[in-house]
């Protein structure tokens, strides 16, 4: 569909027409001829002279021309655009983010893979993961890994095959091999400060206690209903492990109360797995399809037919003129008058 982004600008349409009645003609003086027996001829005519000026007269098809290329360049002002098919993208309106413990525990083997081999339980976190951001098309996700201390890993971002690579290298003990989960809470509520979408979601795995927290998780939680945010907690290995890498279920499942969200116990990778189905069901994907038209500037086209009119009217101007007998060949063909003898 073809539109005008300054369609006002055909008001100016008549200007031309408003020089030309307003403004003085082009005055352009020559020399004339002057004859000694001026007087003999204006009696022999019979015309009075009096003073004044000839208006060439303008031919028709020039003026058919300069009135084509007026409009044409009006129209390429009013910058016509070609409205092209409206075309259909999903914006996200959700940001998942995934606090993954990376602390020493993690690297007890009483997993079992899809192959039936034993695997510690980063291992099987990272593919159940794995497997759960392939399904998330249409959400932000980011990642956040927590030991000692916590590290944005991935910022906020839809490229989730980004988010799986980066998940694919992490190690037990590259953030130390304590557990800061709520410090790590903390830092995930800082990164959804520039968030502008409304549905916000943390989950976070781990497999010990909070031992090395600035930010004890009850108050980090308190802090995340604050902003709006739901934490779904998953505790990953055997709930009877004593020491310093036992399971905390009561502070999980306080944070997840807090926020509105879940508490969970993996013991094993199909019991991850069917807590992250869980939860993707729980966190259904949310989109807002946004439908935009591209403009397309097609100004250059009546430029273009412009330019083709001027150059093609001229071209038939200088045909005609070469075909039309100048004088002397009228004279010699006879078509010019003879000249007469007076006294």
């Not at 027409?17 to 020399?31: D, F, G, I, K, M």
């Not at 003073?51 to 910058?79: D, E, F, H, I, Y």
């Not at 083997?109 to 291992?123: E, I, Q, Y």
């Not at 795995?205 to 927290?213: E, H, M, V």
Request: proline share 7%.
């Amino acid at each position: 569909m073809l539109t005008f982004s300054y369609p006002w600008l055909v008001l100016i349409a008549p200007l031309p027409l408003l020089a030309w009645w307003l403004l003085p003609a082009h005055v352009t003086s020559r020399a004339g001829l002057r004859v000694p027996f001026f007087a003999r001829l204006v009696a022999l005519t019979g015309r009075q002279p009096r003073a004044g000026g000839l208006v060439a007269p303008r031919s028709l098809p020039r003026l058919a021309t300069l009135v084509a290329c007026w409009l044409l360049v009006l129209v390429a002002l009013m910058r016509p655009q070609w409205i092209e098919a409206p075309l259909h993208r999903d914006r996200p309106t959700r940001d998942l983010l995934l606090l993954v413990d990376l602390s020493g525990s993690m690297d007890t083997k009483d997993f079992t893979d899809a192959s039936g081999r034993t695997v510690d339980r980063l291992t099987a976190v990272k593919s159940v993961l794995d497997d759960f951001l392939s399904r998330r098309r249409g959400d932000r996700a980011g990642i956040v890994v927590f030991g000692d201390a916590p590290f944005a890993l991935v910022p906020f971002t839809t490229d989730l095959d980004l988010c799986r690579a980066m998940l694919r290298d992490t190690l037990v003990g590259m953030a130390g091999p304590r557990t800061a989960l709520g410090d790590a809470i903390g830092l995930g509520i800082g990164l959804f400060d520039r968030s502008t979408v409304k549905a916000r979601t943390i989950i976070a795995l781990t497999d010990g206690n909070d031992t090395a927290s600035q930010l004890p998780p009850a108050e980090a939680a308190s802090i995340a209903k604050d902003k709006g945010i739901v934490i779904h907690t998953v505790a990953v290995g055997d709930p009877s492990t004593v020491g310093e890498d036992k399971l905390d279920e009561t502070a999980l499942k306080d944070v997840a109360a807090a926020t509105g969200g879940g508490s969970f116990r993996a013991l094993d990778r199909d019991g991850l797995a069917r807590i992250y189905d869980r939860l993707d069901a729980i966190e259904t994907r949310r989109i807002d399809t946004v439908t935009f038209r591209p403009r397309r500037d097609v100004y250059w086209v009546p430029l273009a037919a412009a330019l083709f009119v001027s150059l093609l009217a001229q071209a038939v101007h200088l045909l005609l003129r070469g075909r039309s007998p100048s004088p002397e060949a009228r004279s010699e063909t006879g078509l010019a008058p003879k000249p007469g003898i007076s006294s």
